[in-house]
């Protein structure tokens, strides 16, 4: 698979920079989304279950977070917890947005696996080391805010992930 870097102008520096072979062959390839504070992305009354494994803590996580069109405070405290910066172990409140838009995708495109995550919440303090060891993060990246994730689906290619997160125009998205 050829990787390549794609842009929605609209959020800038949504994707951290990915140096790890996370689907096979060596090959560095991962979507990443990020969602503007004002999106309109709605989510609707049904319920919504994620199922999700962090590649950097290796915890897994599988929770409903929606009922009845509304959201469930203690599951989204978890999710705010699982997507935390793994490297100070310091959560955010993340954009409701953004974990909707990541279950739409998820169920859109029919994936049966968990959501892989590679990175969410990164404090800008830990933003701001990444940047200082050369990786090419935004100085106003949007995970320092809550509103972005790095991901992939372990059984659809991330090129179809990619077209989808497109299409919605509601924010940035990275492909790697």
Known sequence: MKCRETWLTRVEGVASQV?????????ACAMALGVMVSSSASASAEERT??????????SLTITYKRNGKYVPNALKKINWFLRDWRRN????????????L???????GSKKPIHIISAYRS?????????IGRKVARKSQHTRGNAIDFYFPDVPVEKIMGS???RKVGGVGYY
Do not use: I, Q
Not at 19 to 27: A, D, I, N, Y
Not at 50 to 59: D, N, P, R, V
Not at 103 to 109: G, R, T
């Open 19 to 27: 140096r790890h072979g996370l689907l096979g062959g060596g090959v």
């Open 50 to 59: 994620l199922s999700m494994y962090f590649t950097h803590t290796k915890e």
């Open 90 to 101: 310091e959560p955010t409140k993340m954009s409701l947005e953004t974990v909707d838009l």
């Open 103 to 109: 279950w739409e995708l998820h169920a859109d495109l």
């Open 124 to 132: 800008p303090r830990t933003n701001a080391m990444l940047r200082r």
């Open 165 to 167: 997160a497109l299409v």
